[in-house]
Structure formats: structure tokens, C-alpha cells
T-cell receptor, first 114, second 113 residues
Framework: DADVTQTPRNRITKTGKRIMLECSQT?????MYWYRQDPGLGLRLIYY???????NKGEISDGYSVSRQAQAKFSLSLESAIPNQTALYFCATALGAGVTNEQFFGPGTRLTVL | AQSVTQPDIHITVSEGASLELRCNYS??????LFWYVQSPGQGLQLLLKYFSGDTLVQGIKGFEAEFKRSQSSFNLRKPSVHWSDAAEYFC???????????FGAGTTVTVRA
């Protein structure tokens, strides 16, 4: 589903570098999320935002920061990347708080920190 | 606290055979339960969801799941597997889809000819 896009799709970087992962959506959703996926651990929530002025930490926010530049854009930053941040990162969006509203996921960004 | 356990890390099934993926959850209130599928190189796609009502829910791609409160389970089933069903499957629980979800570790399904 091209409505949620992530850039870059793959990134290799070195320890200590600053990295930004970007997420854009054309679905008009107000809620956006960042997850990381690690083998054997499933998806874990890093940060989530219910609108441009509302940013919330998830279960594993240490070492990460986010910026909601507009309703359609939600960026994830690693200020000083470390090897254990090597993972697959997913952005997701959802509309409002309705119980029937699902989260739509982007294709993922594979990040490798050497 | 909410949590999800998927006991099977990897399942291999023959094409045309039936498939059942197990999911057990822990949640303090009435759970909202979901199954997502992740095909290789793709994001997650919602297969089905349970909020209330009929405990047997139908989803896309011929999948169904049954909610059993007494067993704290939400197992996913498909009567006849196709090669395209080879993927990783995630069970999730949460207050509702737009709030924080807790995902299981996933079950990888391999389909052999």
C-alpha cells in the first residue's frame, strides 16, 4: 500500500552517526506510530503521535527522538546510532480513536549500524 | 499489563493442508485482538480483528480466528493453505487499533509443495 511511504528503505551507517528515518502518508490519518522489529521479539512501539502537537513515548524510546512536522510526516531520529539499534523500522498510521480503525503500515526501513 | 505469546516460532505446512497458529494473550480488561501478516519484504497487513460479539471472526485471504476467553486464546486458522500464505504472522492485543498495540514475537509459516 503506497499510501504510507518510508525513506530510506535500507541504510547502513556507523556507530555514533546521526540518522533520520522519514515517514509520509497520504491517507489523511491523524495518528502515526514508529515501531522496531527484531527477530524473535515482534514489533515494539518506539513513539506515537495523535496529532501534530501530541507526541508520546512508547515502550522503547531511549536513544530515539521524533518530529511530527505536519499531519502527514513523522520522522524518527537516532542522535548517535549504536549497533543494537540495528533493526527493521516500521511506520504506521491510523485514523482517530474509533475501535474499528486499523493501523496501516509502511514497507519498513532496514537499518544496519556497524 | 498486556502481552501476547505465540508459542510456535516456525511452522511448516504442505500446500493444501490446514493451518492453525496459536496465540495466547494477557490483558486486564476485555481484549481487542488482531492478526497481522507480513509477507517477505513487505509491511504488515491486517488479516482480521476481534472486538466483541461472535467469537469466530472471518478475515481476508480465507483466514478465520476464534476467541476463547476461558483459554485466553485467539488462534488463527485456514482450511487449505496456498503457497502465497508463506509469511510471518503476528498476533496483537490492545485497547483498540488506534492506540498502543502489543505484538507477539511472530510465527513464520513455510509452505512446501
Amino acid at each position: 500500500d503506497a499510501d504510507v511511504t518510508q525513506t530510506p528503505r535500507n541504510r547502513i551507517t556507523k556507530t555514533g552517526k546521526r540518522i533520520m528515518l522519514e515517514c509520509s502518508q497520504t491517507k489523511g490519518h491523524d495518528r502515526m506510530y514508529w515501531y522496531r522489529q527484531d527477530p524473535g521479539l515482534g514489533l515494539r512501539l518506539i513513539y506515537y503521535s495523535f496529532d501534530v502537537k501530541d507526541i508520546n513515548k512508547g515502550e522503547i524510546s531511549d536513544g530515539y527522538s521524533v518530529s511530527r512536522q505536519a499531519q502527514a510526516k513523522f520522522s524518527l531520529s537516532l542522535e548517535s546510532a549504536i549497533p543494537n539499534q540495528t533493526a527493521l523500522y516500521f511506520c504506521a498510521t491510523a485514523l482517530g480513536a474509533g475501535v474499528t480503525n486499523e493501523q496501516f503500515f509502511g514497507p519498513g526501513t532496514r537499518l544496519t549500524v556497524l | 499489563a498486556q502481552s501476547v505469546t505465540q508459542p510456535d516460532i516456525h511452522i511448516t505446512v504442505s500446500e493444501g493442508a490446514s493451518l492453525e497458529l496459536r496465540c495466547n494473550y494477557s490483558y486486564g480488561a476485555t481484549p481487542y485482538l488482531f492478526w497481522y501478516v507480513q509477507s517477505p519484504g513487505q509491511g504488515l497487513q491486517l488479516l482480521l480483528k476481534y472486538f466483541s460479539g461472535d467469537t469466530l471472526v472471518q478475515g481476508i485471504k480465507g483466514f478465520e480466528a476464534e476467541f476463547k476467553r476461558s483459554q485466553s486464546s485467539f488462534n488463527l486458522r485456514k482450511p487449505s493453505v496456498h503457497w502465497s500464505d508463506a509469511a510471518e504472522y503476528f498476533c496483537a492485543v490492545g485497547p483498540n487499533l488506534a492506540l498502543k498495540l502489543s505484538f507477539g514475537a511472530g510465527t513464520t509459516v513455510t509452505v512446501r509443495a
